[in-house]
């Protein structure tokens, strides 16, 4: 049996790993909990305990095992459930931080560092269990350590809710202040859609959607570093060479994940439901996307030609991807959390990246304003109109957009704020001072729009 | 801890002196680990062997082979990977 690789094939694969940083991100299972409704809120946290402790139970170590035949690093081992608010929606005056609770012991049992689906879909309006979960939100972030939380508040096909957009703002200041001796780190672990995607294996948006079977297992890839020492090695190759490079690299990139998914769910035996197709930054040096964009000849990112580099990148990585895989769905693109990206720190904190050019980034990639911190007296209201500005382009553009952003308690512009691990560092970033009150307290949906006559 | 496919890429990478191919043959051999091939390379400036190895009748399984791999590895200076074939059909391999 002669060996079918080439020594540089093997290699280059070896060096991905060990030098540029290439892993899984997240292999993520996905559990329904819609059989686990009761009229008694405690009987409902006590199926939802049992059913993921049940379901998960080989997770971590399936994963470890993976990992290692393999010699690939699988970061995170993550689950997500249906949106809480309608498993308990028949209970009577639930007190939904019964079921965080319950979903953050889940999670330490079975060994996951992150638990999503504490989460609502309220781009028409609210049913009682999304009433619930509203009333508890705050609180179940704050009181628990691993649940994430993600609320859809808008839609193409639906418009923008508006009324549930300034809840929202009026949540994350309350979260941030429940959560103040953290830096406000529950808001961390918050995230308002526009268009979420119902088998995103990436955190803090992951939840279980109810178009998706019993369980599932999704990937989540990384690998900007890859990318990055690929853009590095090719100084001069015009536009159509670059993107054919990327192509190739985001092609071997997604094979891991494909791979090691199939392998996954045959272990657990759970259906294999997409690979993501993202570029992840995590705080590691070299592991930076804004680093590709200034490879590419940026000599900041922020600077005018950003939106471009992005747009190539980020459809570059799709077209690659997309090839590789025979599932791909979640959020799929490039991310660019200012927090967890040591490049995108790096701008902000030299004034080359403002708010404004990151809101213009988010129109041609994956997948909004990701781990912003501002002052801490930010106005519910200002964060509301953030949230609304991202839900515009994410519904006229049909894609999927997202708000995760931090008003730290007693932080003003300049100061830094430590998350730690994989949640990096933000700087805090100024914001318009100009106010959005009136706008905001109109109240009512902003209707679907046009879908043709499209300029 | 069973996959379907038995072939595992050893790699092995570090600075050319006597003895690293016996080493390591060495030890698969003890463990029932039979070659199927090898070949050898100078990449960068730094010896690379590559072996493609059968586990299907090894007294030990993957995850153990490789720790005793990565020990030997330590003990003559040179830095051994054992991964599962898979990896690199996967991304080579269309």
């Known amino acids: ?455 | 801890m069973e996959t379907d496919g038995q072939r595992v890429i050893v790699t092995v990478v570090g600075q050319d002196k006597v003895g690293i191919i016996a080493g390591v043959s060495g030890i698969l051999a003890d463990y029932s680990v039979n070659i199927l091939d090898i070949s050898q390379t100078i990449l960068q400036n730094f010896f690379t062997m590559i072996m493609i190895v059968d586990i299907s009748q090894a007294k030990v399984d993957l995850q153990r082979l490789q720790n005793i791999l990565k020990e030997k590895g330590e003990q003559i200076g040179v830095k051994i990977n054992a991964q599962h074939e898979d990896i690199f059909k996967y991304m080579h391999r269309i």
């Open chain 1, 1 to 455: 049996m002669p060996i079918n690789f080439m020594p540089e094939e093997i290699m280059e694969t070896i060096h991905m790993v060990q030098v540029e940083n290439l892993d899984i991100r997240t292999i993520t299972m996905g559990i329904s909990l819609r059989d686990c409704c009761d009229p008694d809120i405690k009987i409902v946290a006590r199926k939802i305990y049992d059913k993921i402790t049940q379901k998960a139970e080989k997770l971590v170590q399936t994963g470890e095992n993976i990992s290692k035949e393999y010699g690939i690093p699988i970061i995170n081992k993550r689950i997500a459930v249906t949106p809480i608010s309608l498993v308990g929606e028949s209970c009577n005056n639930a007190d939904y931080v019964l079921l965080a609770k319950a979903m953050d012991r889940a999670a330490r049992e079975v060994g996951v560092n992150f638990i999503g689906g504490f989460s609502a879909l309220v781009h028409k309006g609210f049913t009682k269990g999304d009433e619930y979960l509203f009333s508890a939100l705050a609180q179940g972030l704050a009181e628990t350590e691993r649940v994430c939380s993600s609320v859809n508040i808008a839609t193409t096909k639906a418009g923008i809710n508006m009324d549930a957009v300034y809840r929202m703002g009026k949540i994350i200041k309350e979260t941030a202040e429940l959560t103040k001796k953290a830096d406000g780190l529950g808001c961390a672990k918050l995230v308002v859609f526009c268009n979420a995607p119902e088998d995103n294996p990436f955190m803090a948006g992951a939840f279980h959607g109810i178009g998706e079977p019993e369980t599932v297992i999704n990937m989540g890839v990384s690998g900007p570093g890859v990318v990055l020492h690929a853009v590095r090695s090719n100084p001069e190759a015009d536009f159509g060479t670059l993107a054919t490079i990327i192509k190739q690299t985001a092609f071997k990139i997604t094979r891991m994940g494909e791979l090691v998914g199939r392998e996954a769910a045959k272990r657990l035996q759970v259906p294999f439901g997409i690979v993501d197709l993202s570029l992840a930054p995590t705080p590691a040096i070299g592991d930076s996307v804004a680093d590709i964009l200034e490879a590419m000849g940026l000599e900041k990112v922020g600077g005018h030609g950003t939106t471009a580099a992005l747009a190539l990148l980020n459809d570059a990585v799709k077209k690659g991807g997309a090839m590789a895989s025979s599932y791909v769905g979640g959020l799929s693109g490039a991310f660019i959390p200012v927090s967890e990206d040591a490049g995108m720190i790096r701008a902000v904190e030299q004034g080359a990246l403002c708010l404004d050019k990151l809101e213009a980034m988010t129109c041609v990639c994956s997948v909004g304003l990701d781990m912003i911190a501002v002052p801490g007296d930010t106005s519910a209201e200002t964060i509301a109109a953030i949230i609304a500005d991202e839900a515009a382009i994410g519904m006229i553009n049909k894609k999927t957009t997202a708000v995760r952003i931090i008003p730290v308690p007693g932080k003003i512009v300049g100061d830094r704020v430590e998350f730690g691990g994989l949640l990096g560092t933000a700087p805090v970033m100024p914001l318009h001072l100009f106010s959005s009150k009136a706008f905001i307290q109109r109240g009512g949906r902003i209707p679907a729009p046009l879908l043709s006559l499209s300029n």
